[in-house]
């Protein structure tokens, strides 16, 4: 059986140059088998056709493979490019399944060439991927004569040093007997993986790390519960703080962001059109209209509203209070007045006589006493009072 075969003949070239480096800037390095040594050396175990070398790791969080690499050299044969791959392991110190490879197991390959300028001095060469690795073992393999790759190459390791990730890692494929060995007897052989870690728990777009940061809850895809996910609302927000992934109404118009978003409307300019109508009572938010017309309408669909209210207990449920059918009558109708006589001053352009009615009809639905409400605590309640009360603040801007 045949050992791993050294490079002979090498020239080495005094000149470093500078290194063809591509690596993401977010990135980080999640494997290293050993520091870098000098550039600009030959010699070191041959990455060819009939040898590849490999290096195994561990991934034990999803991680998004950006780049792999290492301390590379070639010799100027071939079309003077290398392969690299990450391949897929049974477990730990698992050699590839295949001879050389079974096709499911290469999870990403790319062939590039390790130093275009000076053949055959090395240099720290990172090439980009894009792979994401799910938890388990893999290994980078460097190698020839396949994926397109056909040029010639070495790993130098004089001067490196074996992290303690890399201790053990080694292997590599004999290609004179169609087998994997292992690599005990490698030098440092300087394999590099660079990627981000990306667990989304809830799958919300951000990554848990990102959720701590931001304060929203990893676990929960639409914090404030509001509509709009976690991710979506960063996303929308651009780095401005509207929309806020930790506020459901974030323009505090008493829309929440999600229905503001399925409305139209937006959820960071409590008057989208801009016509002095909040988007919570205005009847087209995002089409500018006379504004005192459409307060007039929302009035008079608060007076529609408290009209068609039930008062007789025979007929379903009662939102208005009172003692008898006759009482509760009285108070329908009052308050449906009140609406109306609002509605009128607005219409003839009184905007301020008619917040006197509309105060009217918040000190009956405002949950306080005194005077006691004549309407039941109730979601109706809450959307009458609120919506009057938009309608007196509009009134009291204009
Ligand atoms: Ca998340
Ligand atoms: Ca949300
Ligand atoms: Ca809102
Ligand atoms: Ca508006």
């Known amino acids: 059986m045949s050992g791993f075969q050294s490079a002979r003949g090498a020239r080495v070239m005094g000149i470093a140059l500078t290194g063809w480096l591509v690596s993401s800037l977010s990135a980080a390095v999640i494997y290293e088998s050993a520091s870098l040594g000098p550039i600009g050396q030959a010699g070191g175990p041959a990455v060819r056709a009939t040898q590849f070398l490999g290096s195994r790791f561990e991934i034990t969080q999803t991680t998004n493979v950006t780049a792999i690499g290492g301390h590379l050299r070639e010799t100027g044969l071939g079309n003077q490019e290398l392969f690299g791959a990450i391949v897929m392991l049974a477990g730990p110190g698992a050699m590839p ?3 050389p490879f079974n096709p499911g197991e290469v999870m990403t390959s790319i062939t590039f060439n390790p130093n275009p300028a000076t053949t055959n001095a090395s240099d720290d060469i990172m090439v980009p991927v894009s792979v994401q690795l799910e938890p388990g073992s893999y290994a980078v393999v460097f190698g020839s004569g396949l994926f397109g790759a056909t040029g010639d190459g070495g790993m130098p390791f004089n001067g490196q040093t074996v992290t303690a990730a890399g201790s053990g890692s080694y292997f590599f494929w004999d290609g004179n007997f169609s087998t994997w060995l292992n690599g005990g007897g490698f030098g440092p052989l300087r394999f590099v993986v660079e990627g981000t870690t990306a667990i989304d728990t809830d799958n919300d777009g951000l990554t848990d790390a990102a959720e701590l940061v931001l304060g929203t809850d990893p676990n929960n895809p639409d914090t404030d519960g509001d509509g709009m996910l976690d991710g979506v609302e960063v996303d929308a927000a651009a780095g401005d703080p509207c929309p806020d992934p930790l506020n459901a109404d974030s323009d505090g118009d ?3 962001d999600g229905d503001e978003i399925t409305l139209g409307s937006s959820p960071c300019d409590s008057d989208t059109d801009g016509d002095g109508v909040p988007d919570s009572i205005d009847t087209d938010p995002v089409t500018p209209g006379d504004a005192l017309q459409i307060l007039e309408d929302v009035v008079r669909n ?3 509203t408290i ?4 008062i007789n207990p025979n007929n379903g449920e009662v939102l208005i209070l009172g003692r008898s059918n006759r009482a509760r009558r009285a108070r329908r ?5 009140t609406a109306s006589l609002a509605a009128f001053f607005i219409d003839v352009d009184l905007p301020f006589i008619a917040t006197i009615p509309l105060q009217a009809i918040l000190r009956r639905t405002d949950g306080e006493a005194p005077p006691r409400d ?3 605590d109730s979601p109706e309640r809450d959307a009458i009072n ?3 009360q938009t309608v007196v603040d509009t009134l009291l801007s204009l």
Request: charged share 10%.
């Open 97 to 99: 399944g295949g001879a």
């Open 254 to 256: 008493t829309l929440l």
């Open 302 to 304: 608060v007076s529609d």
């Open 307 to 310: 009209r068609a209210m039930n």
């Open 333 to 337: 109708n009052i308050l449906g007045h």
């Open 374 to 376: 004549w309407i039941l």
């Open 386 to 388: 609120q919506d009057v």
